[in-house]
């Protein structure tokens, strides 16, 4: 077993123990943590059977097999960059419902009750 064979294979095994840890204490949604655990095994098996990535390279018709990792890479990073923006426009979109929301009620609420609309004012005063 060569250096990066052990060192490759550590890193593996830090990213998983870490993503179960921050599961145990809900530091990372199930959602993400099976992407990240798939890229950890990924790169488990990588640096465990670095045959099998030129195999796959030989296979595809590139011809390094650095530059599949890469490509492969680059295409985990563009998925995960997708995922993320789609969640944050829908967050976005619920934000602003929710504060429409509260505006609505907030004025009904004064509409019902007027001279309760001086309460934000009176807590903000020393």
Do not use: C
């Not at 060192?7 to 145990?24: H, K, P």
């Amino acid at each position: 077993m060569t250096n990066a064979t052990v060192l490759g294979a550590v890193a593996s095994l830090i990213i998983i123990v870490t993503l179960f840890e921050m599961l145990r204490r809900h530091r990372l949604r199930e959602k993400y943590a099976l992407i990240w655990f798939l890229i950890a095994v990924g790169a488990l098996v990588t640096s465990l059977a670095p045959g099998a990535v030129a195999a796959l390279a030989d296979a595809l018709g590139v011809v390094l097999p650095v530059n599949l990792l890469f490509f492969l890479g680059s295409l985990v990073l563009l998925a995960m960059s997708l995922q993320h923006s789609y969640e944050l426009g829908r967050l976005e979109e619920r934000t602003r419902t929710l504060a429409e929301e509260v505006a609505l009620l907030r004025l009904q609420s004064d509409t019902d009750h007027p001279g309760n609309g001086d309460r934000d004012d009176e807590v903000d005063q020393p």
